[in-house]
């Protein structure tokens, strides 16, 4: 007759396993939040804004098809993006001062005071001109042009909502579509670069890359 005893053995490691798993996970929270989480947040930052006198605002949304980042928040909490992250970043007339604030999957960042560069404001006072122009899509100069490197701009996007004196217009692009260098220069490089939408978004992606180097971004959760 054989032994009970392996049996039990395995049962009781079994049981402290279980019992190991269920302790890390009531300690070590776990989140997955999407576009549409990400998009609610702006929404309710938004009607905020609406409640002002004269609303002025707008926002830049960035992401890259698949794209899945992870973060560590203050809680303890581990977030990550569903499928694909979203930042969002948006910016607002208070008081003569233009404020901006962040938000992604994870939730929002505090937001601040900055001060716009004399081009950023510039593009800003163009306002018939960013809600009429258009950019024109990739079109290489070269035949069979389709590196990596471009498939992979192909997936990253930019998508823009403004609201100027009770009037709304979007825009939306794709990173590719503003390449104007070597091999891979579009045919509408020259008519995308002098654009206002453009040079707006030549300023906004230095000064989000500036806030990230300087550590600006704070998590209010």
Known sequence: MLSKKPNKIIHFIMKKIIFILFLTMSTFSFSQNDEAFVDALVAQKMAELE????P???YR????DGNSQAFTLRNGELCTSKNTYYAVYLFWREDENLRFQ??????????????????????????????????????SNKLNDATSENSAMQSCHKEYKFVFEGVTFEKSFKD?????????????????????LVKLEGEISELVRNFETAGKFFREN
């Open 51 to 54: 409640m002002q006198a004269n």
């Open 56 to 58: 002025e605002y707008f």
């Open 61 to 64: 949304k960035e992401y890259c």
């Open 102 to 139: 962040k938000f992604d999957n994870c939730g929002r960042f505090s937001p601040f005071t900055i001060s716009a560069s004399k081009q950023m404001a510039r593009s800003l006072k163009e306002k018939e001109a960013l809600k009429a122009e258009k950019i024109r899509p990739f079109a």
């Open 176 to 196: 590719i579509d503003l390449v104007e260098k070597s091999k891979k220069e579009s045919k509408n490089a020259n008519h995308n670069k002098s654009l206002a």
